[in-house]
């Protein structure tokens, strides 16, 4: 199975200015691919091949005055950024057809220069090294190893994400780890109060534990009340509107790290201890059209925490079910089964 490995990366300004204009590249090159595209689907006609795309839109558009920038930049991204295109058309076509049993995907859309600054390069367009990773026409590139590859690399993909912090993702084949079966059943009930409350099986008994999440946006809403007020005042466009937009997005983006890193711990521990893991299925986007609870949700990310349970169960072979969110869990007990009704919200 693949699997993705996230590193912190430290360019210098020159690399900054290559990177851009590398990302830059691969936007363009995307968006003439899929002008390219529609306007063939809107004559009735067949989807041009990746090879014609190429050659018209990278090997003839170089020597053309407006498209000359593209000779500067690897010509690996492109090729990616060309194979994500077909990718996505691809999902978009089975997704109309009813092949896939997730929720409908709509076709591709340009990109524009707000959108996420990614590329990705394949083998023979970098190198893995010790202190640092070589990316072809950017350099070598300080990265900060948090933890070893398992195995070499097939691919890695440069993010710069809206805090203007640095990363190079990779994906390593892995093999699926084996970790000793138990006869341990776990039960986790989402709540707004109490983040989690796991219920473990254990011969004829069932205990609860609750278990608080960090809610760092709530420890820290008058710092964000204060940013974005100050955001307000700015003129947008200016380099005082950047800079403030700039703090707001450190901010969230330390308050992302607060999350994730403890809702990996949590799934991890669950994961670990439990053969099966039951979980409840919650309608979040609706939920969080409440503008009362609307906050209080965001900041749980109920949605990110099934996504880790639900990937670690597969990687380590566990059995993960999802119960319908019609079901009154809360309203049960879980020692004789009687149904009290519907429930107060202050009743955790």
Same mark, same amino acid.
Request: with cysteine; aromatic share 10%.
């Given at each position: ?172 084949? =892995?093999?699926?780890? %084996? ?10 009930? #989402?709540?707004?109060? @109490? *983040?989690? &409350? ?85 309608? =979040?986007?609706?939920? %969080? ?10 900041? #749980?990310?109920?949605? @990110? *925490?099934? &996504? ?41």
């Amino acid at each position: 199975m693949k699997a993705r490995f996230k590193y912190r990366i430290y360019p210098t300004l020159g690399q900054k200015h290559r990177l851009a204009r590398l990302v830059g590249c691969v936007r363009v090159f995307w968006n003439d691919s899929l002008a390219c595209c529609q306007e063939k689907y809107k004559l009735g006609k067949k989807k041009t091949t990746n090879s014609e795309l190429q050659k018209q839109f990278i090997t003839l558009a170089k020597n053309t005055e407006d498209r000359v920038w593209l000779s500067v930049v690897s010509a690996i991204p492109l090729q990616q950024s060309l194979n994500d295109l077909n990718q996505a058309y691809q999902n978009f076509f089975k997704s109309t057809q009813g092949n896939r049993k997730v929720k409908p995907i709509r076709a591709p859309k340009s990109k524009s220069r707000m959108s996420l600054p990614t590329a990705r390069f394949t083998k023979g367009g970098f190198k893995v090294g010790q202190h640092k990773v070589y990316l072809g026409t950017i350099g070598k590139l300080k990265i900060v190893w948090s933890r070893e590859l398992p195995a070499t690399p097939s691919s890695v993909t440069v993010i710069k994400d809206s805090a203007n912090r640095y990363f190079l993702s990779f994906v390593v084949e =892995v093999l699926p780890e %084996v970790l000793p079966k138990t006869d341990n059943l776990v039960g986790n009930y #989402l709540g707004v109060k @109490t *983040f989690v &409350t796991v219920g473990t099986l254990h011969g004829t008994s069932l205990r609860g534990k609750k278990i608080d999440a960090p809610k760092p946006l709530r420890k820290r809403i008058k710092k964000y009340r204060k940013l974005s007020k100050s955001l307000l005042k700015k003129t947008k466009g200016s380099k005082q509107y950047e800079k403030a937009r700039l703090k707001i997005a450190k901010f969230h983006a330390k308050l992302k790290d607060t999350r994730i890193d403890f809702l990996h711990k949590l799934s991890t521990e669950i994961i670990r201890e439990n053969q099966t893991i039951v979980l409840e299925d919650l309608n =979040v986007s609706g939920m %969080v059209k409440n503008r009362k609870l609307s906050r209080a949700i965001s900041d #749980l990310d109920w949605r @990110t *925490f099934r &996504t880790f349970i639900e990937g670690k169960a597969e990687k380590y072979g566990h059995d993960f079910r999802v119960i319908s969110r019609w079901e009154p869990t809360s309203q049960i007990c879980f020692c004789c089964g009687f149904k009290g009704g519907k429930l107060d919200l202050s009743i955790s």
